[in-house]
Each structure stands twice: as structure tokens, then as C-alpha cells.
């Protein structure tokens, strides 16, 4: 295979396949060649240099007209310098070993990353179809259609978005291997400075206009797969609609279209929607995420809505350790929600807190879903009707909204054990239940909750119906609440073996897991159930029920201790 650059107004790396003999390389062939590096020094390069040592770099990207490109090969950018365009790569594939590179070399007057400016044109950096490439420290930009004067505003070639870096499949097959590191997204909008979007796209299911987005995954090709995708120590500020967003299909051979992916120690700041959001994807781990300010409103360009992290159509999902914080917007909004048509998605050692959605909110026809052991603080905080909102607030939900016009269903047995949520005396914490639901399982956790609370209906789009019918299958019992009715008697199940006490927060309403740390041993210290299934379900959680450290990393001896936190 021969792999040609052609440069233009972006690095467009497509591959030409050659019919003469000994045009195409065998695997053996490109494992044993050695990698070739092409250095770009926008300040001191020359376009006459052939780019292959950094003593005689080119100056340009449109300079890079062809080359060999294989495994070990690397397109390094100079630190501190800037360069206009987009970076595409088209078939590129390097090895599991040596894979293909794009990422930076220091210069000595400068060590910052160097900056793609991708103003004007459709994203900032581009996989199509690639396997085993690696882009790492760069930073990233593209805020806007152009500046004046700038015919490159011309080049966008995709109509609904512009992405820091896009990664998308178009073509049936097997790809695998990407993996975006220590990379700076910052300032992505499709539209102009001063654009101001409609009242009603807000109110939209994920809006309808043009955005700008920090990383997108996309494969909605029947028979193909992305395997191994890994996102990590990237960070994503200030971006009009998502932060990190994998949107994938089910069915075809492959079954879901992204699978095996990690997004693990990233931080998106200041996200106009979601901070990460996936659909369709299956077997993904998320971790030691900072999410803070999604659904933020600051630019008129941005959408103005989205939880820190929601997940749809998707299946074998670990989300652990992360922050989400401060979550804003009219609906949704929540620190991290389970939305409809998934199954074994669990959220375990996240702190959340500000979110003004809510904490935990499992939508419907989800199955063996999970919210253990984590802390939540002042979560739900938010009014329909003040400023906008069209949807409640929740300290816990079960929906059994599945899309608009369907008949609710679910969720199916649903794990809530070993949570504790604080909410203080200026809110109202509110709840809701579907009758929908079917297998519940609520124990071990503490509901501190210092201020007024209520049942509430759901409010997706229609309010779930009022009544005192219950719903089957469920193990409601063993929670500390802070007050008697701090669970409130109008919502659909109540714990059948309550317990009042103050745990003994250390600083209540801190900002911190360790403020939650319990005094209160009598109240807390060993007075926790063993977690079983929920009656009927054959499943439980594919990682197991049982659990052996608390969020803070404590072994749990013996009973387990009510919330979240281990008394040592």
C-alpha cells in the first residue's frame, strides 16, 4: 500500500492502491521498515527542504505533497508555532508496535504546544478509516467560519458540526487502535462571535443547528467497528455543543459500532452541551474525568444544556472516579444519567455536586443498571418554571420514558446501594418513580437531605402518571436519612426498615469526598446489608454485585458501612 500526502488547504493522507508488482507493501514488509519523521517549523522551515530533519524543516503544511507513510512514521509540528488548516488522515494504518504519529518536537526558544487553526474550515484534525495512529500534543482550535477577508471559510465540508478532532468510519471493515493524548481543545464553534441561537433550540433533543464539538467518534456503517479507542489527559474548554462524544450504531455483524474504549484523566471545562456522551457503543471504561460547566451558556453560540456525562443505546458500561460538577440548562443537566435503551451501564466512586439536573436519573428500557457508592451534593437543585426550566430537578429518578410517542417502559432492575447525597436546607430535594418500573433495589445509603423534600412526576416531555399503585419487584430498605420523611411519602415505593440519624459529616456541603467522611459510628459503622439480587433477575450486575472498597479506596471488612465511605 502506498500512502500519498496532499496538501492543499489540509494534510490529506489517502491511500493509492497500485497495481504494479511490488507497489504494495506486505505486513512483515512494513512491521521491519523504518519510520520516517517529516518535521514542520512554520518560523524557521523552508518549503525548499525535503522536512526530514529538524535542522531543515518545512515551513508549511501545503509543502507536503507525498510520502511513504507506514508504520513508525511521524509528522512532528514545531513547539510555539502556529499553522492554519485542517490535518486529515485518510487509510492510514501503522501497528500495534509502531504505530503512525502525529504529535510535536521542541524547539528551544518555545515549549508550548504547537496550534492547529482550523477557523474556516470543517475540523481541526481528522482519522478516517485509520487504525494504530496516535495524535498527542498538539493543541487545537477553530472558533468560528473565518476571519475577515479569509477564503478558507469556503473549505468546510461538513454542514452540521466542526470538531477538534473527528475520528469516523465511512466504510464497511474492521479499524482499530486510536488514540488522542494530551491534546488542548479550545474555542470550537461552527458560527461567528456574536451569532445568537434561538430561544426554542435549547428545548431541542440535542439541538438542530451547527456546533462545534471537542472530539467525535462516529461509525454509522453497518458492517464495521472501531476497536480500542483510547482518550486520555486531553483537555476541552469552551466548546458550543459536547465535549467527548461517540456516536455509533447496533446490529450488523460487528454488533455495536464502537467498542473496547477508554476515556480515562481528561477535563472538559465550560461545554455549551454534554461533557462526554456516548450512543451505540458497547465495553467502555470511563475514569478520573474532571466534567465541569456542562450545559454553560456564556456565548450566545452555545446550545445552553447537557449533563455531565449521559449514555444511550449502549451496553457494559464502567464510569468510575470522575467529578462532575456544576451541570447546567432548562432540562436534563444532571452530574451523570442513564438515558433509554441501555443495559449494565454502572456508576460507582463519581463525585457529583451543582448538578442542576440531579444525581441519579435511570430513563426507560434500561437494564441492570447501577449507582453505587458514590457522593452527591446539592444535586437537583433546579425549578421548572424559574429561568426557563421546562423540566424538575431530581435527587432520584426512575423514568420509563423511551422516546417520544412510545409507550414507557422500565427501567428493569435498577441498583441504587451505598450512595450518600447531601442536600442542604436552602433546596428542595424532589423524587420521582415511574409505574413503568420493575426491579428496584434501594439499600445502604444515606439521604442527608437538610431541607424540604417531595415527589415529583417525571416531566420528560409528559408527565408520568399520579397514583398509589406500586411497581413489582423491589427490595427497598436499610437507608439512614438526616429526617423521618426525608424520603417522601407520595412517591411510589418507601423503605420497608428506615433508620434516622446525622452521620456526622465532616463539612457538610464541602466540595471534597473526604467532607463526607462519617463521625457518626454508631449510625453508620457496619450497619449496611449484603447487596443481593433483586427477585426474578437472573443477571444482577456483569461486574458483580459484591463490592470491596469504598470510593476513597477502603477495604469494606465484614457488614458494609451505610454511604459511600468506610469509618476506619
Known amino acids: 500500500m502506498l500512502l500519498k500526502i496532499s496538501l492543499s488547504s489540509s494534510i490529506l493522507l489517502t491511500a493509492s492502491f497500485l497495481i504494479a508488482m511490488g507497489a504494495c507493501r506486505t505486513d512483515k514488509q512494513k512491521e521491519n521498515r523504518e519510520g520516517v519523521d517529516y518535521y514542520i517549523n512554520s518560523n524557521s522551515g523552508d518549503d525548499a527542504n525535503k522536512g526530514l530533519s529538524p535542522s531543515h524543516p518545512l515551513k508549511t503544511l501545503e509543502r507536503i505533497q507525498s510520502a511513504e507513510l507506514g508504520p513508525g512514521d511521524r509528522i512532528l509540528l514545531a513547539s510555539g508555532q502556529r499553522f492554519r488548516g485542517s490535518l486529515v488522515l485518510k487509510d492510514v494504518s501503522g501497528t500495534v508496535q509502531h504505530p503512525v504519529i502525529v504529535s510535536s518536537y521542541t524547539e528551544e526558544v518555545s515549549t508550548a504546544m504547537p496550534l492547529i487553526n482550523a477557523t474556516g474550515y470543517a475540523n481541526a484534525v481528522v482519522l478516517e478509516n485509520c487504525s494504530h495512529v496516535e495524535v498527542k500534543n498538539l493543541a487545537l482550535t477553530a472558533d468560528g467560519g473565518g476571519e475577515t477577508g479569509d477564503t478558507a471559510a469556503t473549505n468546510s465540508t461538513e454542514s452540521d458540526m466542526r470538531c477538534g478532532v473527528l475520528v469516523k468510519i465511512t466504510r464497511e471493515g474492521s479499524f482499530t487502535g486510536i488514540r488522542l493524548e494530551n491534546l488542548a481543545i479550545k474555542d470550537i464553534f461552527h458560527e461567528n462571535r456574536g451569532f445568537e441561537r434561538p430561544e426554542g433550540e435549547v428545548r431541542t433533543a440535542n439541538g438542530t443547528q451547527r456546533y462545534g464539538w471537542g472530539i467525535r467518534l462516529i461509525n454509522k456503517v453497518k458492517n464495521a ?36 474504549f477508554t476515556i480515562s484523566g481528561n477535563r472538559v471545562l465550560s461545554v455549551g452541551g454534554p461533557g462526554i456522551q456516548m450512543s451505540g457503543v458497547s465495553n467502555g471504561y470511563i475514569s478520573e474525568n474532571l466534567v465541569d460547566g456542562s450545559g454553560n451558556h456564556d456565548d450566545s453560540r452555545k446550545w445552553g444544556r447537557g449533563s455531565g456525562l449521559w449514555t444511550w443505546g449502549s451496553r457494559d458500561i464502567v464510569i468510575e472516579k470522575n467529578r462532575f460538577l456544576n451541570a447546567r440548562g432548562p432540562g436534563d443537566s444532571a452530574g451523570a444519567h442513564i438515558d433509554f435503551n441501555c443495559s449494565n451501564v454502572v456508576l460507582q466512586y463519581n463525585f457529583s455536586a451543582n448538578n442542576a439536573g440531579g444525581f441519579c436519573e435511570i430513563l426507560g428500557n434500561n437494564h441492570n443498571c447501577a449507582y453505587r457508592y458514590n457522593v452527591s451534593v446539592n444535586d437537583g437543585h433546579r425549578i421548572k418554571g424559574q429561568d426557563g426550566a421546562f423540566q424538575e430537578g431530581k435527587t432520584f429518578w426512575l423514568s420509563g420514558y423511551q422516546g417520544r410517542g412510545r409507550k414507557r ?145 477502603n477495604e469494606i471488612k465484614d457488614a458494609p458501612d451505610m454511604g459511600a465511605i468506610e469509618i476506619r
Open 409 to 553: 417502559s422500565g427501567p428493569f432492575n435498577s441498583y441504587f446501594y451505598n450512595n450518600t447525597i447531601f442536600t442542604g436546607s436552602e433546596m428542595v430535594s424532589k423524587f420521582a418513580v415511574s409505574h413503568s418500573a420493575s426491579g428496584v433495589l434501594i439499600a445502604n445509603n444515606i439521604f442527608h437531605i437538610e431541607g424540604a423534600s417531595k415527589g415529583v412526576l417525571g416531566d420528560q416531555y409528559q408527565p408520568d402518571r399520579a397514583g398509589s399503585t406500586g411497581i413489582p419487584h423491589v427490595i427497598f430498605e436499610n437507608n439512614l436519612y438526616f429526617e423521618r420523611y426525608s424520603w417522601p411519602e407520595e412517591v411510589l415505593i418507601q423503605d420497608i426498615s428506615s433508620m434516622v440519624g446525622d452521620p456526622g459529616f465532616m463539612k457538610p456541603g464541602g466540595p471534597s469526598v473526604e467532607d463526607y467522611i462519617p463521625a457518626n459510628s454508631e449510625a453508620v459503622k457496619d450497619r449496611g446489608v449484603v447487596i443481593r439480587s433483586i427477585p426474578g433477575d437472573t443477571i444482577g450486575l456483569t461486574i458483580g454485585l459484591a463490592v470491596t472498597h469504598d470510593i476513597l479506596g
Open 225 to 260: 467497528c472501531l476497536t480500542k479507542v483510547e482518550i486520555r489527559s486531553c483537555t476541552i474548554e469552551n466548546v458550543s455543543h459536547t465535549g467527548i462524544k461517540l456516536t455509533s450504531r447496533t446490529g450488523g455483524e460487528n454488533g455495536y459500532g464502537i467498542q473496547d
